[in-house]
């Protein structure tokens, strides 16, 4: 079965490299080729350099890309896949996107009878690395199962949800836990040290069971050179993401809301290309202008 994986980014190039260690045929496509040149050189593999001319070399087709708009790219833009799609191929789409993304993909793809699945992850790039994912898994229960031990090799842990957009609505919201919670233990550590009871709040934590939560955070908050695996430019995307299928929705969106202005922000603030946990030096930085 040959694989065709479009996007090789923070996550992709782990994703790409794993299926290839499991002893697939992957024919890789990047916008930038170097990514793919750099692929092709540790894998001997072969690349494409534009999206379309994986269609007819592959039987799956992977896009784990940055945001809908990449996503329209590799789909319908002037060299996307879809010009040369037929329902010979499977299309797996693992980008986080807006749910409406995938609807419109699924209706272009039902019009070809092409095989359409969306599938976003939960984890970073150790647990791309180590094939530890959570995959979130959208669409039609029998193209599913056809491809389960593909995504096995990326991901054990697999939730079926039913029909598109189910998934990407899913992996939304989830990130929105996550980001919400490290945004509010972010803030109140930083607030913490500017009254000079962060010893007190970190002690007292501790013997709490909210302690799971320093476990969580408090080392790659502290840790000034922490690696980028999830930048505060792809957080601030997922979180207006989720604030907009909420409000599209009519639901409170309160919280989510407070979270992507504060991550905005931040992203305004120079942090783009930083960790979404350096929140917490922002925060640092941002209170130590106002206390004495």
Do not use: C
């Not at 793809?109 to 994912?133: H, T």
């Not at 607030?191 to 009871?197: D, E, P, Q, V």
């Not at 997922?238 to 202005?261: C, E, I, P, R």
């Amino acid at each position: 079965m040959k694989i065709g994986f479009l996007g090789l980014g923070k996550m992709g190039f782990p994703m790409a490299s794993r299926l290839v260690s499991n002893g697939f045929e992957v024919i890789v496509y990047n916008r930038s080729i170097n990514k793919s040149m750099e692929f092709s050189k540790k894998w001997k593999n072969e690349f494409v350099t534009l999206p379309k001319e994986l269609v007819n070399k592959s039987d799956i087709l992977i896009i784990m890309v940055s945001d809908d708009d990449a996503v329209k790219n590799i789909v319908t833009g002037s060299d996307g896949i879809i010009s040369e799609l037929s329902s010979k191929n499977i299309v797996i789409n693992m980008s986080t996107v807006t749910p409406l993304i995938n609807v419109e993909m699924q209706k272009t793809f039902n019009q070809l009878r092409v095989p359409f699945l969306e599938a976003p992850v939960i984890g970073s790039v150790p647990q791309a690395e180590k094939g530890e994912l959570v995959i979130i898994v959208g669409g039609d229960y029998e193209i599913y199962k056809r491809v389960e031990h593909v995504l096995k090799v990326l991901g054990k842990e697999h939730v079926y949800v039913g029909d598109i957009p189910k998934a990407s609505m899913t992996k939304l919201l989830v990130n929105s836990i996550f980001l919400g919670t490290s945004a509010v233990l972010a803030e109140v550590l930083a607030a913490s040290k500017a009254l000079g009871i962060f010893d007190a709040v970190i002690n007292t934590t501790k013997k709490s069971r909210y302690s799971v939560l320093l476990d969580l955070f408090l080392d790659r908050f502290e840790d000034p050179n922490a690696v980028t695996r999830f930048g505060i430019d792809l957080a601030t995307k997922d979180l207006g993401y989720a604030s907009m299928l909420l409000n599209m929705n009519k639901l409170s969106s309160h919280m989510t809301s407070q979270t992507y202005n504060l991550f905005l922000e931040a992203l305004t603030n120079g942090l783009k290309s930083r960790d979404y946990t350096k929140i917490y030096d922002y925060l640092v930085s941002k209170n130590s202008k106002h206390v004495q």
